[in-house]
């Protein structure tokens, strides 16, 4: 074997290192698990997905023989997110490497930039702090040490070293992963794939060890991620009758769920989405070809979201409709069953919030929409499907729902829970939000009262306009929601200008809003 370049036998052997290195902490990769959804399966799907391509390899042959089944495998083969994406990125070392009996430093080079791209554009909306971000920046941060004598047991050293460096970073670049103290399970794995490849180069047995490695951060415990909107988790491959190109399907998809990854190759299109109507999705597509092979997983059956199967009340269930994952958070907090946070800019139909709230109908339910259109919606379900023990709460705004949630005692019977609403539903409640422009360019705050834009650079200036003691006078308890990039100054300011009002009760909650808004509520 030349130490400067890969043959089909010896990336066999690389490959089958990889799968048992990501094998070896497939359990420690699930519980990892936050993003896209939290439900506990990435290590799974991304060793299923592995796996396929490993049991395909025959023999031995050139290096491209062995890449070509391999990536046909795993794409045929691939399971979920996190698995489809690993499959698009080998399937990209595949076509960079066609016809090569073997590839050098030069070659795995240029391969690892193209496979990243493939992967990268697959992905209908890629985020930073995931796998993706581990495949492009790896292999940039390798490339600044690569000469022309190094050999291929040289460039895995710095390859997986950087690999290492960047899954490390992960913990800070995405909000969910930076509060819960956690790398990103894809970034690890595929980290772990290539650590066990470049073991094989060295004869070492042993594997990497998440479990012992005191170099991962660790879990904060007892974190509940909240609920996704989109219960299925959906897979099909489809042979098309005409072929489009992928950006094609992408827009069909675009406004029907999330998680969406789209990839074309020849006449074949495979699809992975998150949404609420497989069904449907997979009919209108048959337009365009014949579906191969398909998988739906109902998320809501997983462990990660068991409790959705529990309640908090005696008699009836509580559910919440939020436009935000830190609404969502604080509504569960005050003692809802489950808060579904609705996509910004998603429009559910009766029968998708019908079919979100499936398992809660067969007892009284209570539903709190902060949003005008899911009230609308709601009642519209109710209405249509006769949902008699379906109650619907005037709630609409986030300072609205919080306090009616507060003036309820939730341990109490229904029918009095009932009463209560109709009563507090003659209490004002006074709302106001407040934008401050982005902490790098931190020149002024705008509010929206009574439909006309009020703006100022003082936010002090600006609370005394929307919410000043004359507002204020007819309310006895002030709340502000702070937003993801409010800065310790502006939190100073609030405080300072609802705690020298002794007339109020005045409570800050950091429940992580839209980016760098204030919610002012007031009752």
């Known amino acids: 074997m030349c130490e400067h370049t890969i ?80 499959s698009q990125y080998f399937w990209g070392i595949y076509e960079y490497t066609k016809d090569k009996e073997t590839v050098t430093v030069a070659d795995l080079c240029g391969a690892l930039q193209h496979a990243y791209c493939l992967a990268h554009d697959a992905v209908l909306h890629p985020a930073e702090g995931t796998m993706l971000t581990v495949m492009r920046d790896g292999i940039h941060q390798t490339l600044p040490g690569i000469c022309d004598e190094m050999s291929v047991k040289a460039f895995f050293d710095v390859l997986v070293e950087k690999m290492f460096l960047c899954t490390q970073e992960t913990v800070m670049q995405m909000d969910v992963l930076r509060e819960n103290n956690v790398v990103d399970s894809g970034a690890l794995g595929i980290y772990l794939i290539f650590d066990g490849m470049k073991r094989a180069l060295h004869d070492d047995v042993q594997y990497f060890d998440c479990e012992q490695s005191n170099l991962l951060p660790k879990r904060i415990p007892d974190f509940i991620k909240n609920v996704s909107f989109f219960r299925y988790c959906t897979e099909f491959i489809l042979k098309m009758h005409d072929v489009k190109e992928k950006d094609y399907f992408a827009c069909l998809l675009e406004k029907r769920g999330n998680s969406i990854v789209v990839a074309v190759d020849g006449d074949v299109l495979k699809v ?79 029968d998708e919030l019908k079919m979100l709230m499936d398992g809660f109908l067969a007892e009284n339910l209570i539903a709190f929409p902060t949003d005008k259109k899911i009230h609308e919606r709601l009642k519209s379900a109710k209405w249509y499907s006769n949902l008699q023990k379906l109650h619907v709460v005037e709630s609409e705004g986030l300072a609205k729902t919080f306090f009616t949630l507060s003036s309820l005692v939730f341990a109490d019977e229904f029918e009095n829970i009932i009463k209560s609403l109709d009563i507090l539903k003659k209490k004002r409640v006074f709302q106001a939000s407040i934008q401050a422009a982005p902490e790098e360019n931190r020149t002024q705050y705008t509010s929206c009262l009574d439909n006309k834009i009020i703006a100022d650079e003082d936010l002090a200036t600006l609370l005394h306009v929307v919410a000043g003691e004359e507002m204020l006078t007819s309310y006895s308890t002030v709340v502000v929601f702070g937003g993801k990039k409010c800065t310790p100054a502006d939190i100073d300011c609030i405080h300072a200008h609802f705690e020298k009002n002794g007339n109020v009760e005045f409570t800050y909650l950091d429940n992580k809003h839209h980016d760098g808004n204030f919610i002012i509520g007031a009752y």
């Open 7 to 86: 043959n089909g036998s010896l990336l066999c052997r690389m490959l089958h290192s990889g799968f048992d290195s990501l094998s070896h902490n497939k359990s420690y990769l699930d519980e990892l698990n936050l993003f896209p959804v939290s439900d506990s399966d990435t290590g799974t799907n991304m060793k299923n997905t592995f796996e396929k391509g490993v049991a395909a390899l025959e023999g031995e042959g050139s290096f491209h023989d062995v890449i070509s089944v391999f990536a046909k495998g795993m794409l045929i083969g691939s399971r979920g997110n996190s698995g489809f994406i690993l």
């Open 272 to 350: 992975h989405i998150h949404t609420n109507k497989p069904q449907q999705i997979m009919e209108e597509f048959t337009n365009y070809g014949s579906i191969v092979t398909k998988k739906i997983d109902d998320l809501f059956m997983t462990q990660e979201f068991e409790r959705l199967q529990q309640r908090k009340h005696n008699g009836f269930a509580v559910v919440a409709f939020a436009d935000d994952e830190g609404n969502a958070t604080i509504l569960e907090h005050m003692g809802v069953d489950v808060a579904f946070r609705v996509p910004t800019g998603y429009s559910p139909d009766d």
